[in-house]
């Protein structure tokens, strides 16, 4: 047992480092550190330059206010800094606020910063070499500031040996970087790597806080213009708090969540509250292994988010996180809901990729001789993306419809199509996609994965309104499914009643069905009951009641739905059409997959060469 030792002070370029250790993680660290000192200083251009993914060197370059000599010298002091003039740590108003970057940052490297405040007449250099600090000196610069920093970690070398390649090292920085840039459109980003350009954003014009077209564009050139293209806006108030930003189309998801994105008064965070949140206001429409893109703006009130719970800044605390998680979720689908049955543009646009005419050879089939029957690349063989008019056509249709069978058994054979957004059923291939013809083109539609999305909206409608209604079995069915799987089914017993599915434990590890949702009809009640026992177990305590009831509804509704192979007539496949233009969400299924893809009839004669 080691001797007891007495207790001292560490050294000041000790404490730094230790201090480096919590806030300077990888360049990247460094880099969010100095940009956002930038952003606190008013910049309007910043340009950040790396080598060897910020390894040997890296620089931030700004045009904000600058400081003086004396300013420099007090910067790369801990805990030194501008933006708490009333010590109050409930109202902080910047992104940086500890005083803790510059000096952690040169503590551990090589580190250099010059700056001119305006209407100086030179700017000032200091050096810091592994935290031994020089003296400002007289420097050329024009107003702002430049950091530059050099063999980052040269003073603590065995963490070198935990960074990444430089490739990786500069996708990490070039990450936070276009966090910020999210959050700050009216600034120019510019990013540099071994003197390519990794970023390279201009300013965009409109205020930061309206969730105007200057939002919109800068979420565009980052997360592209697909999802321009196919996110709808978000905009709500709840009791000092506002939301805004723009959320993608269920039929847009990715296999990760890494295109999500979050800030809070104007900081990139990664919350799992509000990521939790954003799942929660999904779930209804993603598979799980699915994940949307959103990008989302929280305002609160400084006095109700605490930022001061993280090293890194990268997590917040909320004094009532209900109200920010209910406020997010209701926002959401609000904003889902409004965009009707609409699919995301991504879905025509594959469904057209697949149809262009493939030759086997690398160049083009020669141009045809005319413009009107001529086959061939005409008119420079160029293929638009499909528009987005159906949707908006469609919210007529938004209604629940009265007397629907009535309706559809007295429609004429010779049905104008352009009387329905999708357009009139004209037959069925391979006995799961229904092809209709609208007035602009084609509509294709998936069967299974339409009634799918019908069945699940008409459960949540009826247990919202009174309960689902229950058909008795002739014959009780008894479900094995394990001791687990059993105890978490009887556990819900009450929730499953509500739905229309009543069980009840039969021994060890098995339960027994007694009643089923009148609305489903015959079912597999075997795969039913073994699906709900895995979605209660992955759902576990993490989603309210509302979510899991949904969750189930969309179990059940999958269980029931009408087949892939199932022959349909001419009115059953017309009443589906209708009823999906009646149906809010009818444009994916519950897991998020597209229920029909429309092509328009200008996109069809391109890939024949009419146009």
Request: contains cysteine; negative net charge; glycine residues 10%.
């Amino acid at each position: 047992m080691s001797a007891i030792r007495t207790l001292r002070r560490l050294p000041s370029t000790l404490v730094n480092r230790i201090a480096a250790g919590e806030v300077v993680e990888r360049p990247a660290s460094a880099v969010k550190e100095l940009v956002e000192n930038a952003l606190d200083a008013g910049a309007r251009r910043i340009a950040v330059t790396l080598k060897e993914g910020g390894r040997t060197f890296l620089s931030v370059v700004d045009d904000g206010v600058g400081m003086s000599a004396d300013e420099l010298r007090l910067a790369v002091e801990r805990h030194c800094t501008s933006k708490l003039p009333d010590d109050d740590l409930t109202d902080i108003r910047t992104l940086g606020f500890r005083g803790e970057a510059l000096p952690s940052i040169a503590s551990v490297s090589r580190f250099t910063i010059t700056s001119r405040p305006a209407g100086a007449d030179t700017a000032w250099s200091l050096e810091i070499d592994g935290g031994a600090k020089g003296e400002p000196r007289p420097a050329a610069h024009p107003q702002g500031t430049r950091v530059e920093v050099r063999e980052l970690f040269f003073a603590t070398p065995a963490r070198l040996k935990f960074l990444k390649e430089p490739r990786t090292e500069s996708s990490h920085v070039a990450d936070a970087m276009r966090r910020l840039a999210m959050a700050h459109p009216e600034v120019a980003f510019r990013l540099e790597s071994e003197e390519r350009a990794l970023i390279d954003l201009a300013a965009a014009n409109g205020s930061l806080l309206s969730g105007d077209a200057a939002r919109l564009e800068r979420l565009a050139a980052i997360m592209g213009r697909e999802f321009a293209e196919n996110a709808v806006a978000i905009d709500a108030n709840r009791e000092g708090f506002r939301l805004t930003g723009f959320a993608g189309l269920p039929t847009l998801n990715r296999p990760t969540s890494q295109h999500q994105y979050l800030f809070v008064n104007g900081r990139p965070v990664r919350d799992k509250l509000l990521a939790g949140a954003v799942r929660g206001a999904y779930q209804d429409f993603l598979a799980r292994d699915r994940h949307p893109m959103v990008a989302l703006f929280l305002e609160a009130p400084t006095e109700m988010v605490d930022v001061n719970v993280h090293p890194a800044k990268t997590e917040v605390r909320f004094r009532d996180a209900g109200i920010v998680r209910g406020m997010i979720v209701g926002a959401l689908r609000t904003a889902l809901s409004a965009a009707g049955h609409r699919a995301s543009t991504t879905v025509s646009d594959a469904a057209l990729g697949a149809f262009r005419p493939h030759t086997g050879f690398s160049t083009p089939l020669p141009m045809g001789g005319g413009s009107g029957g001529g086959y061939g690349y005409g008119n420079g063989g160029g293929y638009s993306s499909v528009p987005r008019g159906l949707a908006e056509a469609a919210m007529q249709f938004m209604a629940p419809l009265d007397g629907l069978s009535a309706r559809v058994e007295e429609q004429p054979a010779n049905i104008a199509p352009g009387n329905y957004p999708l357009g009139v059923a004209r037959a069925q291939l391979h006995e799961t996609y229904i092809v209709a013809q609208t007035d602009q083109g084609v509509v294709i539609v998936d069967q299974h994965a339409a009634h799918e999305r019908l069945v699940h909206e008409r459960l949540k409608t009826q247990l919202e309104a009174e309960g689902v209604k229950r058909q008795a079995l002739l014959l009780p069915e008894v479900v094995e499914i394990g001791e687990d799987g059993a105890r978490r089914l009887t556990q819900r017993a009450a929730e499953l009643a509500d739905m229309g599915l009543v069980l009840e434990p039969f021994g060890l590890g098995a339960v027994v069905v007694r009643e089923t949702p009148a609305v489903l009809g015959e079912l597999d009640i075997q795969g039913l009951v073994r699906d709900l026992a895995d979605e209660l177990s992955e759902m576990g305590d993490h989603l309210s009641l509302k979510e899991k009831v949904e969750e189930v509804c969309g179990t059940l509704a999958c269980h029931t739905s009408v087949r892939a192979g199932r022959r349909l007539t001419v009115e059953e496949m017309n009443a589906l059409l209708r009823q999906m233009e009646a149906t809010p969400h009818s444009g994916q299924c519950n897991h998020g997959r597209p229920t029909y893809v429309e092509l328009k009839l200008a996109d069809i004669e391109r890939l024949f060469g009419r146009r």
